[in-house]
């Protein structure tokens, strides 16, 4: 049962530490998305790689976070350091894009960050 | 830019009635995808339907149905015979993939919907 996986679960740590969120996407999947949910925005895109290159990190805050796909099977969602705003669920999902065939994101369960 | 408005932030239908979910968004694009996702209270996102502009006819999936108005910018989900399992949070989503190779998955807000016994 293919799935994405997104590593910790819950994660709890206080304001000014580094974490670090993990994430594998279905096998063959060459897209992968990394979201942010918050009751206030909604779902809000931070990063798109495709092929394992960044192509849109525009949401994202440039000077804390970072995103890296360092292998086809493993992507990564860096804050350093961590700050109370920064508390939100944190989605990845991966996809398969192809020519013009663009087809259904599949999500992992999010990774809950609490930073206190 | 890209939006997608969901107007009702929250809706409640009765066991086995019917509700229609609005979505609205906004592109100068011609080619997209639109999808209706689900989020039950255990947080995973589920793709409940999907919509390919290009396509007339309107996607159906069992109880699960879209009203798809492409000149009026307009994608409402509709389900039939509606059950205790169907409460969840509904996003509407937009998605474009620009031929740089960029792609973009745009939500609305989400309509929370409870279904009463």
């Known amino acids: 049962d293919a799935r994405v996986t997104q590593t910790p679960r819950h994660k709890v740590t206080e304001m000014g530490q580094e974490v670090t969120m993990r994430c594998q996407p279905i096998?063959?999947?060459?897209?992968v998305f990394w979201y942010r949910q918050t009751m206030m925005q909604g779902l809000e895109l931070l990063a798109y790689f495709r092929n394992r290159a960044p192509l849109d990190d525009s949401g994202m805050p440039k000077d804390r976070f970072s995103a890296e796909m360092p292998d086809a099977t493993l992507a990564t969602l860096k804050i350093q350091p961590s700050e109370p705003r920064d508390s939100a669920v944190y989605f990845c999902?991966?996809?398969?894009?192809?020519?013009?065939?663009?087809?259904?994101?599949?999500f992992g369960e999010g990774s809950r960050l609490t930073v206190l | 830019a890209q939006t997608v408005t969901q107007s009702q932030p929250e809706m409640s239908v009765q066991e086995a009635e019917t509700v229609t979910l609005s979505c609205t968004y906004d592109t100068s694009e011609s080619d997209y995808y639109l999808f209706w996702y689900k989020q039950p209270p255990s947080r995973q996102m589920i793709l409940v339907i999907r919509?390919?502009?290009?396509?007339?006819q309107n996607a159906t999936e069992n109880r699960f149905s879209v009203n798809f108005q492409k000149a009026a910018k307009s994608f409402s989900l509709k389900i039939s015979d509606s059950q205790l399992g169907d409460a969840a949070m509904y996003f509407c989503?937009?998605?474009?993939?620009?031929?740089?190779?960029?792609?973009?998955?745009?939500f609305g807000k989400g309509t929370k919907l409870t279904v009463n016994p």
């Open positions: 989503a937009y998605k474009v993939h620009y031929q740089g190779g960029s792609e973009k998955l745009v």
């Open positions: 999902a991966s996809g398969l894009t192809a020519g013009r065939f663009s087809g259904e994101l599949f």
């Open positions: 096998l063959g999947h060459n897209t």
């Open positions: 919509q390919e502009a290009y396509k007339q």
